[in-house]
Nanobody, 125 residues
Framework: QVQLVESGGGLVQAGGSLRLSCAAS????????MGWFRQAPGKEREFVGG????????SYADSVKGRFTISRDNAKNTVYLRMNNLKPEDTAVYYC??????????????????WGKGTLVTVSS
């Protein structure tokens, strides 16, 4: 069992930056590929990006490529989402998620094993 808790959301002006964190508790963090997803009001949840267990491979949605960076610190059981040059359309609840022993999230798959409760990011214009 893995529990995921996101933090770092808030209100930021367009063009600004935020770093989200996702702290994982439970065993075997390095056995999980991690993903970030988001859901804007009135829209379906969408894939933002993913990172392999070692951190050596990442993938991103086209909408955030070049602006967002995912990283992880396995010693701290934490995955990060650095968001630069934020736009109003990035406003959403951001969720981290974990997938055991599979890198399907790197291809944008949604079938994650564990989800956090999300943190709200609001970008004002």
């Amino acid at each position: 069992q893995v529990q995921l808790v996101e933090s770092g959301g808030g209100l930021v002006q367009a063009g600004g930056s935020l770093r989200l964190s996702c702290a994982a508790s439970g065993r075997g963090f390095t056995s999980y590929t991690m993903g970030w997803f988001r859901q804007a009001p009135g829209k379906e949840r969408e894939f933002v990006g993913g990172i392999s267990w070692s951190g050596g491979r990442t993938s991103y949605a086209d909408s955030v490529k070049g602006r967002f960076t995912i990283s992880r610190d396995n010693a701290k059981n934490t995955v990060y989402l650095r968001m630069n040059n934020l736009k109003p359309e990035d406003t959403a609840v951001y969720y981290c998620a974990a997938k055991y022993a599979s890198d399907s999230v790197l291809a944008g798959a949604y079938d994650m094993d564990y989800w956090g409760k999300g943190t709200l990011v609001t970008v004002s214009s």
